[in-house]
C-alpha cells in the first residue's frame, strides 16, 4: 500500500483525527489527536490491508517551546516493508494516554521506559513503574527541565579546577 493510499483511508476512517501528515527521509508520519489514538493505533494493526502488526519502537520527545510532550510510536508492516511514524501531543501538566500492551505486548517494557524518562502515563498499564532509573526520583531526566550536572553530588566538588 503506498503512502497515499494509506493517508487516504486513515482520513475516511477517521476524519478529523489526522491533524497532519508529513513525509521525511521516505517515512510517512501521522500526528493523531490524543483521544483517537488508540483506536488509530488498533486500526493500523487489526486493518487487513494496513498490518502493522509490528511495533518498532515507542517513545517521547519534548517540544522546542517545552509546552508539550509527544508520544511516538513507529510501526513496520513486515509484508511490504512500509515503515510509519504516528505521534500526538500530550499537555506537559498530565501527560498521559492510554496503553497499547493489549494491541502490541511488546510495547511493556517500552511505555516503562518512556515514562521512566519523560513522565508520561500509560492510563491501563499492568505495571507502570521505573525500568531504568530508581524507584526514589521524583524527576524524570530526558525532560528539559532536568539539569544537566546533578547539583546534589559531593563527589563533583573539585577546588582545584575552579568546580
Not at 136 to 143: Q, S, V
Not at 145 to 158: A, S, V
Amino acid at each position: 500500500m503506498s503512502h497515499d493510499t494509506l493517508s487516504e483511508l486513515l482520513s475516511k476512517q477517521f476524519n478529523t483525527s489526522i491533524l497532519n501528515c508529513t513525509t521525511d527521509f521516505g517515512m510517512r508520519t501521522y500526528t493523531v489527536a490524543l483521544p483517537e489514538l488508540y483506536a488509530v493505533l488498533k486500526f493500523l494493526k487489526d486493518d487487513a490491508a494496513c498490518n502493522f502488526f509490528f511495533l518498532t519502537d515507542l517513545t517521547g520527545y519534548q517540544s522546542a517551546d517545552e509546552q508539550h510532550l509527544y508520544v511516538v510510536y513507529h510501526l513496520h508492516n513486515l509484508q511490504t516493508n512500509q515503515r510509519i511514524r504516528v505521534k500526538s501531543q500530550l499537555p506537559i501538566q498530565k501527560p498521559e494516554c492510554h496503553t497499547v500492551t493489549d494491541i502490541w505486548p511488546s510495547a511493556n517494557w517500552m511505555e516503562r521506559e518512556t515514562y521512566d524518562f519523560f513522565g508520561i502515563q500509560f492510563k491501563g498499564h499492568p505495571r507502570l513503574k521505573r525500568i531504568l532509573n530508581v524507584d526514589e526520583m521524583d524527576i524524570f531526566p530526558l525532560r528539559k527541565e532536568f539539569p544537566l550536572e546533578d547539583q546534589t553530588r559531593d563527589d563533583k566538588n573539585d577546588k582545584m579546577f575552579g568546580r
